[in-house]
């Protein structure tokens, strides 16, 4: 049964920091890309970042480029999205998603999401 869970948001100051995490089951998680998506009020559901099955590729939304890291670590079957430098319009539920592919992120298994939230 497939499993995925998000951890680590909350609410920050413009500038902070804040580290998701995205832990996984009932599939096997070193076959499949893993991508964080977020949707933000009023908007679409849009990606944010992307890594490969075995971590080697990893791809950025053109809005968080520079600021965001993705990563993962197929040992404890994680993955990992450090935000810094974090705006308002970063303000958003985000989504860990297993992806259909290994080396792209097409998704077909969704987390519940976390809530970030980033005001003065």
């Known amino acids: 049964q497939l499993q995925i869970v998000e951890s680590g948001g909350g609410s920050v100051q413009p500038g902070g920091s804040l580290k998701l995490s995205c832990t996984a089951s009932?599939?096997?998680?070193?076959y499949h890309a893993i991508g964080w998506f977020r949707q933000a009020p009023g908007k679409e559901r849009e990606e944010v970042?992307?890594?490969?099955?075995?971590g080697g590729d990893t791809s950025y939304a053109d809005s968080v480029r520079g600021r965001f890291t993705i990563s993962r670590d197929n040992t404890k079957k994680l993955v990992y999205l450090q935000m810094n430098d974090l705006k308002p319009e970063d303000t958003a539920v985000y989504y860990c998603v297993q992806s259909y592919y290994s080396d792209s992120c097409v998704p077909s298994g969704w987390g519940q999401g976390t809530q970030v939230t980033v005001s003065s």
């Open 49 to 54: 970042s992307c890594v490969s099955s075995g």
């Open 26 to 30: 009932g599939f096997r998680f070193n």
